[in-house]
Structure formats: structure tokens, C-alpha cells
């Protein structure tokens, strides 16, 4: 991540020392009862964090994200009130290593039920070109694995978890985007909320299985839709398809890095050049909530299309689909226009 848009620590710091006059996290008791009978008190990061716990929790929780619509979520900044609200959560769900403001402010909140949905699956790094390589059976054999270790996950978190995050060595944090991982996290938040409110862990269960089924059905959707491209290559302004193109045996060519709004260089076009008309690529893809400029120089010089691949950090009234299942739909099918499936 680009350090010149990490926020300094002793800026949050000092916005927990104004929005908060007490540190002091509810316990589990508290937060089974959520407040005498009201609901459970979810704070979650940013849009993926917060689809899950939606439709996990369900009528028992209420979500507050931190992350407004149309807010590219690497950029935030935290008010001290944001801040202070999360020291308030029942329950906290987030993704280390995409927003190191989030990350500080938990750190210091003392909320007992946090959740980092890095610990329910497994981090890897990827650089701007990103192949498949089997990864489906690679995943399918993590999946039990993972699923079991997220039920500890949250309890035994610490700084040393041995997981390699985004602001450390370029681990590459967008999990969200391969269904299959990100059905290892849902399956670890539903344990995580079982634990956190026992009082309605039948309905988490019954959730998270529901989920977990939904998001099955999305990533045979994406096999099945991928499986005989024209080319494999695909463009994008943003290196955050990564897990998606090793999922499903194709190659991600990024113009820029993980970074959304980090600027390419001119020997890397000139590479997207070369490797466009090399692997017969026909489409530059740009996201909703980050600027298509590059992405269209691109394709003018190249005569290339341009076409939306959304990487889902936030749903807005641009967004092409109402929720996280719509917008995945939506870029299967761009995928497979670009990519000349059947």
C-alpha cells in the first residue's frame, strides 16, 4: 500500500483521546443481551465486512460501517465520534491491511469481540500480473481447514498471528473477491456470532449455512461461466482480482498496483501495450469508486474497450447491483464479455 496515504498513528491516537472517555469493552454477558433486549451492536469496517454481518446477524444486530457509500475505503479517515463509536460496539468486524486508520483505532478501542476476517482465511501476495494456477483445489482443500481455525481466530488474535497483511509485505488483503474464501470468512464471523450472543447462535447458523450456500451457487455461476474463454487476460486499473483470477485459471494484468490510485509508470503501459495485443485482451477495466482516466487513455491508445470490473469496497447508485451477490453477478458477466466466454 501506497505509503504516502497511510494516516500516522499518533493522529488517531490522539482522536481516541478525544472521542473516548472510556475505554472499557462490554463482555460477552453484555453483549448477549445487547443492552437490555436491544440488538447487538455491530461495527463493521467497510461494505464486505458489513454484508456479512447484515446477513449473518439478521434481525438480531444492528450494523453501523464505518465506511460511507462512495467513500473509497484505503483513503478513510475516522472522526473522533467514528471512533469513539466503536469502543461502544458489541461485536467488531474488519479486514487488516485496508485501512490503517481502522486498524490503529481497534487496536486501541478494547472492544473483547473483535473479528479480523484476515485470521478466517489464508493472505497471499500478489503483484500486478496474477495467473491461476489450480488454486480452485488449493482453496477447496484450505476451505475445512480454515473454516475450523476461524472459530478460535478471534479469541487468540494478536499482532503476531504469523498472517502477513497488506501494510506488511504486500499481502494481497481482497479476499472478498473469491467466493470461495470469502465463504471461509462468513463461515468464521457465523462462529464468531454464535459465540459473541449466544442467545441467537440457532440463527446464525442458519444464516451463515444459508450464505455459505448462496456464495457456493455464485463461485459454480463463475466456473462454469469462465470455463472456455478466447483469452484469459484481463485488464484492470486496479490489482484487486487477484484471488478471483487464480480462482478461475485466469491472468490479471494490472496497470497499476494493489494501490488504487497509484499511478502507473510508463515502461508498465508500454508492458499492457505489448501484453494486450499479444494475449488478444479486449477490454480495460475501471472501477466505480476510483477515477477511469488512466483507464481510458489506455484504451484509446490501444484501441482497446473500456467496461466496469467493481472490486465491491462500496455500493453506491453507480453500483451495478443492489448487494454483494448482484455486483459479483454483474462482473461475471463483463468477465465473460471481455473474455469472450460462453
Same mark, same amino acid.
Given at each position: ?20 472517555? =472510556? ?48 467513500? *473509497? ?65 488449493? @482453496? #477447496?482443500?484450505?476451505?475445512? #481447514?480454515?473454516?475450523?481455525?476461524? !472459530?478460535?481466530?478471534? !479469541? *487468540?488474535?494478536? #499482532? ?5 497483511? @497488506? ?16 465463504? #471461509? ?8 456470532? !454464535? ?11 442458519? %444464516? $451463515? ?14 466456473? $462454469? @461461466? ?7 487476460t484481463f485488464i484492470t486499473t ?7 483470477? !487464480? ?31 499479444? *494475449?488478444?485482451? $479486449? ?6 469508486? =476510483? ?14 474497450k473500456t467496461g466496469v470490473l ?18 459479483? *453477478?454483474? %462482473? ?11
Amino acid at each position: 500500500m501506497n505509503v504516502r496515504r497511510l494516516i500516522p498513528t499518533t493522529a488517531v491516537a490522539g482522536a481516541v483521546v478525544l472521542g473516548l472517555t =472510556a475505554l472499557s469493552a462490554c463482555s460477552t454477558s453484555d453483549a448477549a443481551d445487547g443492552g437490555n433486549g436491544d440488538k447487538l451492536k455491530v461495527t463493521a469496517s467497510f461494505y464486505p465486512m458489513q454484508f456479512l454481518a447484515e446477513r449473518i446477524g439478521g434481525e438480531h444486530v444492528a450494523v453501523t460501517s464505518l465506511t460511507k457509500p462512495g467513500v *473509497e475505503p484505503h483513503d478513510l479517515e475516522l472522526t473522533p465520534r467514528q471512533i469513539g463509536s466503536i469502543s461502544e460496539s458489541d461485536y467488531v468486524l474488519y479486514l487488516k491491511g485496508i485501512q490503517p486508520a481502522v486498524d490503529d483505532a481497534i487496536k486501541q478501542s478494547g472492544v473483547q469481540n473483535t473479528v479480523d476476517a484476515a485470521t478466517l482465511t489464508t493472505l497471499e501476495n500478489h503483484g500486478s500480473e496474477v495467473s491461476g494456477h489450480d488454486h480452485g483445489h488449493e @482453496g #477447496e482443500e484450505h476451505a475445512d #481447514e480454515h473454516g475450523h481455525e476461524g !472459530e478460535e481466530a478471534h !479469541e *487468540e488474535h494478536s #499482532e503476531g498471528d504469523g498472517h502477513n497483511h @497488506g501494510e506488511e509485505g504486500g499481502a494481497d488483503p481482497h479476499i472478498w473477491l473469491d467466493p470461495v474464501k470469502y465463504a #471461509e470468512v462468513a463461515k468464521g464471523v457465523g462462529k464468531s456470532l !454464535e459465540k459473541a450472543d449466544p442467545d441467537h447462535a440457532a440463527d446464525y447458523k442458519k %444464516n $451463515t449455512d444459508a450464505l455459505v450456500a448462496e456464495l457456493g451457487e455464485l463461485n459454480t455461476a463463475y466456473e $462454469t @461461466g469462465l470455463k472456455n474463454p478466447a483469452t484469459k487476460t484481463f485488464i484492470t486499473t486496479h490489482s484487486a482480482f487477484g484471488y478471483l483470477a !487464480e480462482r478461475y485459471g485466469l491472468t490479471q494484468q494490472g496497470i497499476a498496483g494493489i494501490d488504487p490510485e497509484a499511478e502507473p509508470s510508463p515502461a508498465r503501459i508500454q508492458e499492457i501495450h505489448t501484453i494486450a495485443e499479444k *494475449e488478444k485482451a $479486449t477490454t480495460v477495466f475501471f472501477e466505480t469508486l =476510483a477515477s477511469d482516466r488512466t483507464a481510458k487513455t489506455l484504451a484509446k491508445d490501444t484501441g482497446l474497450k473500456t467496461g466496469v470490473l467493481d472490486p465491491l469496497e462500496g455500493i453506491t447508485d453507480k453500483s451495478q447491483g443492489a448487494d454483494y451477490i448482484e455486483v459479483m *453477478e454483474s %462482473n461475471l458477466a463483463a468477465l465473460q464479455k471481455a473474455l469472450g466466454a460462453k
